[in-house]
């Protein structure tokens, strides 16, 4: 009769994921207890979580689910936790709103708890009902039971107040009325630290908005956990090496702490370190809170991945392993999956005894990750929380990188019908998974499902939450497809749709403002777009692709002064942060001064980004095409050797090789190179595979073209008709592949096929596949284009301005007065003192700003023939010179 023995062991069960195990204890319970309501409620809550994890079909889990949660409801009609966990059911597996909505009224007559209270409120919300929902909150927070509860409600008032009625000054002041009421609330310390921030960016000017408003923020943080260090002064002790044995002695301790509840502050204050690659201070501030909250499980497993991004791995599984021992949670044990399958420990070395000695001998193989373990991780944490949208997310892509594509494909079914809180990780990854399989049409709907979702989802979520930030990347990949299949304007709505659910705050994410500028390019709207490139660097200092995205449409604008300007102050912000990532950076500035018919200093600017990031290869790609152009076409195909050696599965690579070759009137090495590059980008020129996963889908599809364009020329109609086709059923929206299709059958006279194909094309592009400019492919064209003179020549001297915008010559004389050298530069120096005194001196020469202001200017020390040199001397002795095409590459070897 004892009804808490058989929910605690069920629950046990359950843990262990003995969900047969846990399903009979819970029907042996509730016939030995009927009237246990909270065993009803809980056996149901263990369906519905067992079956949604489980199943690709959300209707399997009513008939069993349904009559459990009736069965309880049946001896309590008010109960406010079955009236909550029911009503959660009925909305987000079944989208029946109107049922959980009349389930929570039902229980607040009687019963008022923040669950309810904030479920409902988000119901009104998304009814627009804004006035009823203030309604609700004000009504209600003084008759809830505890401070929590009421602290929780004035957090969702409060986000009502800001979000809805854009009232910031009542904000703050229900903000403040619940740190009166509980000054020890963490949450609402974090989210007033959040809401002072925001409103910072409102009233600063935008020149630099988005650092004060990370400034307020931090300096909020801080202060919270000073004073909660000051509180604890009594109780801090040092966090020691090993802080698993340690732990359980401080668990002991009868005195609990005095100050924050838990280490949320200390949590929040540490993850923005963590956005600004500040690693070391992020561990710093985690190992105090831990001092001051050693039983908080999410301050370990954040300081559990701080430690895994500083490369500490064993730390960091000690670390996750304490989390998960004060309490089990579905983010920790996704943290703790992917450090096995990424970072395995290594291998006990193995003995071997020689047969001609007594001697032993170790070997050590390579750590491999043990998969069985990585899949119990995922599956306990799917267990524990079934609507954990980034455990669906990390788990199909660990099962997709190994090559179980299916396997994959259903861990993300089970993600979409989940129907997760954070479900932007769920169709995000889906279409990614989708997208590098080449399935474009299918990605693109995922993408647009997933949109749609979110948009109705997070418009409507009564408190600020971080599934809003998350969502980005989903609107980005998204928005990126759109502008790379033309549709500028549908492209530039994504954007704004996912900086409109970031709380409509333009200076939250540097990768959407850059996509909007990067869509009002393409439609033409230059104005526009430096607007939008300017908030992006603003928000990221050091955010590459936009310093080198503005630069560019300069450059082709005939801006040459700005573009050098904006390509120097992106390589001075980006190389003191991380100088791999400055290879975009080099490779546009080395174009801007071919162009200007400077190719002695474009041939040493290529020299130092690839010193700066020597892996980056569109480097060496770029600089065989200028030696092309100049006619070197020794040069070229030195650099494209290189370029193709270490990545063999990029087509513009191998289109540059072709083109090099028809230049040297290798005609019969054209099509060999072209065929090549199909084999090893396309997957064989059929299929999709895994070597075609980290090339361009365009570029893929160009090497059809370019193939099919050269035995045009050879006069083989029906090879060239087939390669078309091939190319068109790998990516049926690519439109130049139309257009050459359609000029061969006009060569034959083909008019049935002519017919046949326009078609097609009216079907996909709404439009003519006779109407060239619809289909115009200008960067290949330009790419290609027949001129031996440089790339100067076609600018002339009078349409480039020389003068430097006044809107990019403010920007760049604040980033040459800002002295101020962060956390992050000194360790990547991991000689702080040292690099602090000379490190300047080194890179600026003295301290005028002239002189600053043009240090990354090409180099006099930099020897480009001697670069060229080396390069082809270890071709040469790697073998790798002539090898390219007789390698295979997982398909048949093609022969010409």
């Keep these: 009769q004892d009804s808490h023995s058989y929910l605690a062991l069920a629950k046990l069960q359950a843990r262990r994921r003995q969900v047969q195990q846990a399903h009979d204890t819970f029907r042996r319970g509730t016939t030995a207890c009927p009237n246990s309501i909270h065993l009803w409620q809980a056996w149901a809550i263990h369906s519905e979580a067992t079956t949604t994890s489980s199943t690709n079909n959300p209707q399997e889990a009513v008939d069993e689910t349904r009559p459990l949660f009736e069965r309880a409801l049946a001896l309590d009609p008010y109960n406010p936790y079955v009236c909550h966990a029911y009503g959660l059911y009925e909305k987000q597996r079944h989208g029946n709103v109107a049922a959980a909505q009349k389930l929570w009224e039902t229980a607040l007559q009687k019963h008022s708890t923040a669950a309810l209270v904030c479920s409902l409120g988000q119901v009104l919300l998304s009814q627009n009902q804004l006035t009823a929902a203030r309604d609700l909150y004000a009504q209600h927070l003084y008759e809830l039971p505890s401070k929590r509860e009421k602290v929780e409600v004035f957090l969702a008032y409060a986000w009502l107040e800001e979000r809805y009625f854009h009232n910031g000054d009542h904000a703050h002041e229900l903000l403040s009325t619940a740190l009166r009421l509980d000054p020890t609330s963490s949450v609402a310390q974090v989210a007033m630290a959040r809401l002072e921030g925001r409103r910072q960016t409102i009233t600063t000017s935008s020149s630099s908005e988005n650092t004060a408003s990370r400034q307020v923020t931090l300096q909020r943080l801080a202060q919270a956990c000073q004073t909660n260090s000051s509180t604890n002064s009594n109780s801090s002790v040092i966090l020691p090496a090993q802080p698993q044995a340690q732990h359980r002695r401080r668990r002991s301790s009868s005195s609990p702490p005095q100050g924050h509840k838990d280490g949320r502050v200390y949590n929040a204050w540490a993850n923005l370190e963590v956005k600004n690659r500040r690693y070391r201070k992020a561990r710093q501030i985690l190992r105090e809170g831990l001092e001051h909250h050693p039983h908080d499980f999410s301050l370990w497993q954040a300081a559990g991945k701080v430690e895994e991004l500083l490369g500490h791995y064993t730390e960091a599984r000690t670390m996750y392993s304490e989390s998960l021992s004060i309490q089990p949670s579905a983010p920790t044990l996704v943290a703790y999956a992917l450090l096995e399958l990424h970072h395995p420990p290594d291998p006990v070395p193995k003995k071997t005894t020689s047969n001609t000695s007594n001697r032993t001998t170790s070997i050590s193989n390579k750590p491999q990750p043990n998969f069985t373990q990585v899949q119990g991780l995922f599956e306990e944490a799917l267990l524990l929380d079934p609507r954990h949208g980034p455990a669906y997310n990390s788990y199909g892509n660990a099962e997709f990188k190994r090559g179980n594509v299916e396997a994959a494909r259903q861990i993300f079914e089970r ?476 398909g048949n070897n093609q022969q010409d």
């Design 415 to 890: 993600g979409v019908h989940a129907n997760c809180s954070d479900a932007a990780s769920v169709y995000h990854g889906y279409g990614k998974l989708e997208l590098s399989l080449g399935h474009v049409t299918k990605a693109r709907a995922l993408l647009q499902q997933g949109r749609t979702h979110v948009m109705t989802l997070q418009q409507h979520v009564g408190t600020d939450s971080p599934h809003r930030e998350r969502s980005s990347f989903l609107f980005h990949t998204l928005g990126m497809l759109e502008l790379n299949r033309d549709n500028a304007a549908e492209a530039r709505q994504v954007f704004l749709n996912g900086l409109e659910l970031l709380h409509g705050n333009t200076s939250s994410s540097s990768q959407l403002l850059l996509g909007v500028a990067l869509a009002e390019v393409q439609l033409g709207n230059p104005d526009e777009a430096r607007v939008y490139f300017e908030k992006s660097v603003q928000v990221n200092e050091r955010h590459a692709q936009a310093w080198q995205a503005w630069g560019v449409m300069e450059m082709r604008q005939g801006n040459f002064a700005t573009a050098q300007t904006l390509f120097q102050c992106g390589l001075k912000q980006v190389d003191s942060y991380n100088r791999k990532e400055t290879g975009a950076l080099w490779l546009a500035y080395a174009t801007l001064e071919g162009r200007r018919g400077n190719v002695a200093e474009s041939r040493a600017l290529f020299t130092q980004g690839l010193q700066a990031a020597p892996h980056h290869t569109p480097l060496l790609q770029a600089w065989a095409s200028l030696e092309l152009r100049v006619g070197n076409v020794a040069t070229a195909r030195i650099l494209i050797t290189k370029a193709l050696t270490r990545d063999k599965h990029n087509g513009s690579g191998w289109m540059v090789a072709a083109e090099i070759e028809r230049r040297d009137g290798n005609l019969g090495l054209v099509k060999l190179i072209l065929r090549r590059g199909i084999e090893c980008c396309c997957g064989n020129g059929g299929g999709s595979s895994k070597k075609s996963l980290s090339g361009s889908s365009s570029d893929c599809v160009e090497l059809y073209r370019s193939l099919g364009d050269a035995l045009l020329g050879e006069g083989k109609i029906q090879e060239a008709r087939e390669i078309y086709e091939r190319g068109i059923e790998m990516d049926p929206q690519h439109a130049p592949l139309y257009h050459s299709l359609a000029e061969l059958e006009a060569q034959v006279f083909n008019v049935e096929g002519l017919s046949k194909l326009n078609k097609r094309a009216a079907k996909v592009f709404k439009t003519s596949a006779f109407d060239r400019s619809s289909f115009a492919d200008e960067a290949l064209s330009k790419k290609f284009a027949a001129s031996g003179t440089s790339w100067g020549s076609k600018h002339s001297a009078s349409s480039s301005r020389t003068k430097v915008t006044r809107q990019v010559a403010a920007l760049a004389q604040r980033i040459v007065e800002d002295d101020d050298y962060d956390e992050v530069e000194m360790e990547h120096k991991h000689n702080q003192n040292d690099w602090r005194h000379k490190g300047r001196g080194r890179r600026f020469g003295n301290s005028n700003k002239k002189q600053r202001s043009a240090s990354f200017s090409p180099s006099d020390d930099v020897d480009p023939d001697a670069f060229l040199e080396s390069m082809s001397a270890n071709l040469i002795q790697e073998g790798m010179v002539g090898d390219l095409l007789n390698e295979k590459d997982g």
